[in-house]
């Protein structure tokens, strides 16, 4: 498997990046993400490869980040979701809200991505609800949203549902919808009586 590719930057779209390594160019797909972290054509460029083969077409994948790539690999496993799903999926919202779209089940949110109908939105987040660490999701939305970059106050929150009888489960679940639905909150406080409101 190729891990990733360094070398020259050749060309650059939206959609598509050239990367010259080793006098052979290599054309990868990228997500819009990508995109916007390239450097300018000319300059050294690294970027974390997926290559898919099929008995009809092969193809090359190119992230900016392992974090996109990882996210990129959990949803072609995703049944009926393939390369080009995945990469459009990418493009058409964050890797945080994204994250935490399938974290709180928020199928609506993954749907409104444009070629993604409603039922493979429900089946992705059906199938990697579990293989997306819903704390780590808010803690980027977070982050990205410019509130605290710490963790603990969404911890709190949860810790303080289960106090008041919610299992675990529940009580995350609670936590993150509220975060999707009100990114401006940024303390236990708000969450909890957020939450409790819903």
Do not use: W
């Not at 972290?37 to 970027?47: C, D, H, I, M, Q």
């Not at 990418?90 to 779209?101: F, K, N, Q, R």
């Not at 977070?142 to 106090?163: I, P, V």
């Amino acid at each position: 498997m190729i891990a990733y590719i360094k070398g020259v930057l050749a060309e650059k779209s939206p959609s598509l990046a050239i990367v010259e390594a080793a006098g052979v160019g290599y054309e990868m797909q990228i997500p819009i993400s990508t995109y916007d972290r390239l450097p300018k054509t000319g300059a050294e460029v690294k970027l974390f490869a997926f290559h898919s083969v099929r008995e009809d077409d092969e193809s090359l994948y190119g992230f900016a980040t392992l974090a996109e790539r990882e996210l990129f690999t959990k949803l072609t496993a995703v049944s009926g979701v393939g390369p080009k799903i995945a990469l459009s999926i990418l493009s058409g919202a964050s890797l945080s809200e994204l994250s935490l779209a399938i974290a709180s089940s928020d199928a609506k949110r993954i749907s409104a991505i444009k070629g993604v109908g409603k039922k493979t939105a429900e089946k992705i987040c059906i199938e990697l609800k579990d293989k997306i660490n819903a704390f780590e999701a808010m803690s980027l939305a977070s982050s990205k949203n410019g509130q605290k970059e710490d963790k603990a106050f969404l911890l709190d929150a949860r810790k303080a549902l289960s106090a008041l009888g919610f299992s675990d489960e529940i009580a995350s679940s609670m936590v993150s919808k509220t975060l999707s639905k009100h990114p401006e909150a940024t303390t236990t406080e708000e969450i909890i009586r957020l939450a409790l409101k819903a």
